[in-house]
Each structure stands twice: as C-alpha cells, then as structure tokens.
C-alpha cells in the first residue's frame, strides 16, 4: 500500500508496471499544500484547545519537538480523559510472557506487506529456533471495525483503477502532516483497536510492515511508557517500498527504520529521522534464498 511507480496485482500482491502514465498533481493541490502550513485560522484554533487542555494531557508532540504536531488536542485529551486509567490498569494487570513475544503488524493491502512479515518471521525462527514467540497480525481486519476491516477488498478495487489510486496517493502525500492531513483523524479513530491489539499480543518488540501503523503504535508505545507500572515497548518499522517512501511510513518515535534504499534513505532524512535512526537493508526475502547466521553470537545479538 502507497507504493510508487508500479501498480499491484490483486491477485498474488505482487507489483507490476503500470500501463497508464499519471500526471503529475494538479497544481491547485501543489499551491493548497504550500499554503496548508500557514493558515492563521487553523493555527489559532489550534493554540486555543491547547490552552484548554491541562498539561499533565498533553501529548509531548504538541511542543514541535516530534514530527507530527497534533492538530487535535482537544480530542486527544478528551479521549484521553475516558480512556486513560482503565487502559492503564488493564496494561498494569498483564503478565511477562514465557518467551519474547514479536509483534508483526500488517495488512494484506499490496506491496509485499504480508510477504515481507512472513520473511521476517522465518528468519527470526532460523536465528533463534524455539526461543521467539512470533505474531503476524492483520491488525485492521482482525481488530478495527467497518469500514477499515475491509481494507482488502477495498484496497482491490482501488487498484483496479490507476487514476484513481494515484489521486488517493498524492492527496496524501501532499496533505501529509498538514491541517488537512489523514493521518492524525485515522490514528484518532484506531486508537482504542490499536491499544487492544498490543495489549492481547502483550509484546516485546512490535515490527511494523504498513504505513498506516506508524502513528497509532507510536501513541500506544508512548503512552504505555508513561504509565506507573508501563514499559517501553521497542517499535521497528521495516519499510517494503523501494523507490519512494510515503510520509506515512516515517515517524521520529520509532527506534528503527528498516529502509531498502538510498531514495527511501533520503526520504526518512527529509521527514525527520536521523541517521542513526535508520539502517539501509534491503527488502525481506523469503526463506530459500537467504543463509541465516545460527550461531549463539548472533543469538545473543538477537
């Protein structure tokens, strides 16, 4: 999903060139998005519902210092308000897992999403037989609600249809981190399946294989951390784009950022993540055509 340049096949998720050339956006969309940032309205509104919400609630995001600036503060701390204690309390009473638990979030939207998380999961095994408790989750289909629960049905459709699955990209890409922007609104409304899925998996580490988890686990993971009895769970994103990098697949608050490519490289650089952030490895591949290394270092490196 957000993939650039190649249009995927529904039928095995795999890539292939597109027959149809799109243009570039329209330029009225180009000009809204240089204007987006400095709308005296969207900027004013913003500061009032900061002013209304006490500071123990706000989100450290809203000082500038992470790469998404929440817009909707008000909404964050009212569900904050409701949601808070009883998730914290329900987070305080799980127990430690016998094994490390890996989270492995995806969606069967394209891209390799699904591929790349089973890869994953066979090499970990490889590297460390029997000691990992490994979990690949679809997490909107088994965890949210309709319409997201259909997103991949939905996301067949759309392919099939180029112009329009263009039109959806570089809308989102162009708003991104914007006051028109998807990303906060969706991470608002997953919010509660989010904290449900990690708390049923009870992880120790969650991978992420989608664009559309990075912000909600990030919240989960953030939040979780400032609990009396929370933890820091380690959040990974392992990129499976290679020639372009949506705004979608970057957040600062990961710990790392798995990216295929030189290009994608430079796209983590330009939204936010430091160098030592990322590390540049390729695609996951399937087992057959890897060698993994066994050996009781690298399992203690593990």
Known sequence: MFGSGSRPNSADGK???SALSLPAAPQFLQDLHNRLPTVPLAGALANSFKDLVPAGMRDPGEDGDAQHQDRLTLAWAISDGINNKRWEERWSALQRPDKPRVLILMSETGGGHKASAQSIGEALEAIAPGQLQVSIVDVFVDHTGFPFNRFPK??????SKPT???????TSKLTSDSILGWEEPL????????QKCIEQENPDIIVSVHPLCQDPVARVVRRGGKWKAGRKVPFVTCITDLGEGHPFWFHVDVDKCFVPGKAVWDDGL??????DQMAMKGLPIRKGFWEVDGSKENQGRL
């Open 154 to 159: 939905m996301y067949q459709w759309f392919s």
């Open 270 to 275: 330009r939204l936010g993540l430091r160098e």
């Open 164 to 170: 329009v699955w263009d039109a959806v990209y570089k």
């Open 187 to 194: 991470a608002l409304a997953w919010d509660s399946d989010f």
């Open 15 to 17: 890539s292939e060139p």
